[in-house]
């Protein structure tokens, strides 16, 4: 079995291949929180063990055994978050960080167990798809920032990697900016200026900046007020 360190490599490059990243030495160190030589070092162990490939241009993937081993671990992550959130009624940040400890424990049969209890959820707290649950294969929605029409959309989810930012997570729980939630985008502020919506359950405006405008994914309303990914 991989070692928590391993498995936490595998879950920032199982992440970083999600969104189209590709995956090297440097940034890998940037997201462990590390040196490139402990970097490359563990890289090399990954190797042995089958669970990367590096290509002549260092740049590193998954192999099926690693990416397998990388679906379980989000999966158990995904699904503590759902126990932590949805039943005991932790915070989004108070249930990552206690998510963390519990995804490199959870055995397979308290996995199965978990699943049936939560009602077999297809997606985290964040809305972000939860490998081997037949979820969608490809992250849903637009960013926020991204969107150029002003109008009614859907929040979808918040985006993974910023999931560890506490402050940012935390900004975005309090002004109720989660999956699920009708938003009305105002305007973009020209000049690299803020994003202005109105949550639409309470009326309330939220100048929103560039950071919380970017993890923020949405989808378009239809005409009788419901998102396209729910018709």
């Avoid at 929605?141 to 506490?166: F, K």
Wanted: charged content about 30%; aromatic content about 4%; some cysteine.
């Amino acid at each position: 079995m991989p070692t928590e360190v391993v498995e936490d490599y595998l879950d920032q490059i199982y992440l970083m291949e999600q969104n189209g990243l590709k995956v090297i030495s440097a940034r890998l160190a940037e997201r462990m929180h590390t040196a490139v030589p402990t970097v490359t070092e563990t890289l090399r162990r990954m190797v042995r063990e089958d669970l990367i490939a590096v290509n002549e241009r260092k740049e590193v993937r998954l192999t099926v055994r690693g990416r397998d081993v990388a679906e379980s671990l989000v999966r158990r992550h995904a699904l503590s978050e759902r126990l932590l959130t949805d039943i005991l009624g932790l915070s989004w940040v108070e249930a990552h960080a206690e998510a963390h400890k519990f995804e490199h424990i959870i055995s397979p049969k308290v996995e199965a167990r978990l699943m049936a209890l939560l009602g077999n959820p297809d997606t985290c707290p964040h809305g972000n798809p939860i490998p081997g649950t037949g979820s969608m294969a490809q992250p849903r929605g637009t960013a926020l920032s991204q969107v150029d029409r002003p109008g009614r959309y859907h929040i979808v989810r918040v985006l993974e990697d910023a999931e560890s930012n506490v402050d940012l997570m935390a900004y975005i729980e309090q002004r109720n900016l989660k999956p699920g939630t009708g938003v009305r985008l105002l305007e973009h502020v020209p000049f690299e200026g803020p994003t202005l919506i109105e949550v639409e359950d309470d009326g309330e405006q939220h100048s929103l900046g560039r950071a919380v405008a970017d993890a923020i994914f949405v989808t378009p309303d239809s005409p009788d007020g419901r998102s396209l990914d729910e018709r």
